[in-house]
Structures are given as C-alpha cells and as structure tokens.
C-alpha cells in the first residue's frame, strides 16, 4: 500500500465512517474507492482534490506525510483547503517562531508543508507580534537595505493573494525562485512585481501560481551594528549644507 493509500484508510477510520459513505461524497462508486485505499489504483487528480477538501486537508500532506503521526487538530487549516500548515504552541498556548536558518534553507521548499520538517526548526517567540502565524527567514545578498545579509526577517503569513498591499514588503516563497524577501506590487490580475530596494536590481514578475507562501514584513532580527551608509538623498542634503557654509564664510569675508 502507498502512504496516500494509509493516509486515507487512516483518515476514514478515525472519523469512523465507512468506504461506502466516502464513495457517495466523492460521487464514485464504492469499488472505485476500495481501490485508491488498498493501493491497487491511483487516484486521479481531481478525486485528490475531492478527498482534500472532505477531510480538509491539503494535497501536499494526503501524498507526502504520514497523518496519522500528526495531531490533526494541531493544523491551521486555511481556506479552501489551499494549504496546511504545521503550527506548534507553548504551554500558555501562545504561538511559536519557526526559524528557518541558512543551514536549512535548501530543504524548506521541499518540507514547508510536512509538519515533522517544521517540527525540527528552531523556534523563538515574540509576543509583541500579535495575532497571526508568524515565520522566520534569512536575509541572502544586498538587495533589501538594511536588512542584512545573515539577519532574520520575521513575516506573518498571509492567506490570499487580495491582502497584498502595493509598496510593502514581502517573503515569498516560488516554484522557480525559491525563497526571496522584495517589496511587491500588483500589476494586473494574478501577477505581482517583485523590487528589491537596492536600484541595482531591476524589478521582475512572478504569476500567482508560481507562489507557495506569502509571508508579510513583521520584523528584522539582526546582528551587525554597522553605521548605516549614508543614502543619495542625505550626501546631497549634506552636500547642499556644506556650499550654504561656504557661501555665508565668503559673505562674512567680503563685510
């Protein structure tokens, strides 16, 4: 048997129905089902769907985690069974920080849905937050000053694509890009442009269904007390301060 075929053997007995019932809800009939739960056939992607939103649970958890070494009642569930993600809380009930770091950033997009994955990710906690699921991330590169690179960018996850507001910043975790911490911006319909702040970068598009997760700028967690570099606009304000010296010493020595 495959794991998707325990998963839902597993999920069916624990709400203790029976292969009839699930078959009538998915509209198929019962021998089709036996079928995907003894292994002997594989469900098409449109009973996957199906099977997901019956028992409220994502595509990605039903073929890839064992459910039934997950405390299902532990899961956020979102809407329309989009995803769901793996969330853990203190002893007061209080949502931790998972912190992904640079030594396991290559495997996040491969285990952001699997709940032992996040389980194992150092985790932190920030009351001052607020409500809300909250992430880390690494900061990589220079294009986000002054965030930088090494310090942790902490983002609460946003659920739709409708409650990105242009000119705030965002992680984004993509299909192609993998993990990118821009300011975004909503050209048109399903697509986003994605700026760094630093000009050097030009900006680019991403589709809404290249994207895995939106995270929004909460906090920076940083190490560097680095004087900050002095931007374009304050070296001209300097600048301009610095000929209104020089004109008034040349008032003073012509009186």
């Known amino acids: 048997m495959s794991l998707f075929s325990d998963n839902i053997r597993s999920l069916r007995l624990k709400k203790k129905i029976s292969q009839e019932k699930v078959a009538e809800s998915l509209l198929i009939t019962r021998g089709r089902y036996v079928k995907y739960e003894d292994g002997s056939s594989e469900a098409p992607y449109e009973i996957l769907k199906k ?9 990605d958890l039903l073929l890839s985690v064992d459910v039934r070494k997950i405390p299902m009642d532990d899961l956020l569930k979102l809407e329309g069974n989009r995803l769901v993600l793996p969330i853990t809380v203190d002893k007061e009930g209080e949502s931790f920080i998972e912190v992904v770091t640079q030594k396991v950033k290559a495997g996040y997009l491969n285990g952001y849905a699997d709940p032992e994955y996040i389980e194992n990710l150092q985790q932190i906690s920030l009351p001052f937050l607020g409500p809300g699921k ?3 991330f690494p900061v990589e590169g220079d294009s986000m000053p002054p965030h930088e690179d090494g310090s942790i ?3 609460r996850y946003v659920e739709r694509l409708g409650e990105v507001l242009d000119g705030k910043t965002y ?3 993509t299909k192609s890009d993998g993990m990118v911490y821009k300011r975004l911006n909503k050209n ?3 697509i986003l442009v994605l700026e760094s702040d630093n000009n050097f970068y030009p900006p680019y598009e ?3 269904s290249d994207i895995l997760e939106i995270w929004e700028y909460k906090c920076n967690i940083g190490r560097s007390d680095k004087k900050q570099a002095p931007t374009e606009t304050e070296s001209l304000r300097e600048l301009i301060m610095e000929l209104k010296r020089d004109v008034v010493k040349i008032k003073d020595s012509l009186l």
Do not use: T
């Not at 997901?52 to 994502?58: F, L, M, Q, R």
């Open 134 to 136: 909250h992430r880390g």
């Open 51 to 59: 099977i997901a939103h019956y028992y409220h649970i994502s595509i």
């Open 188 to 190: 048109k319909k399903n």
């Open 206 to 208: 991403v589709k809404a």
């Open 153 to 155: 960018i902490v983002g």
């Open 171 to 173: 992680i984004l975790i």
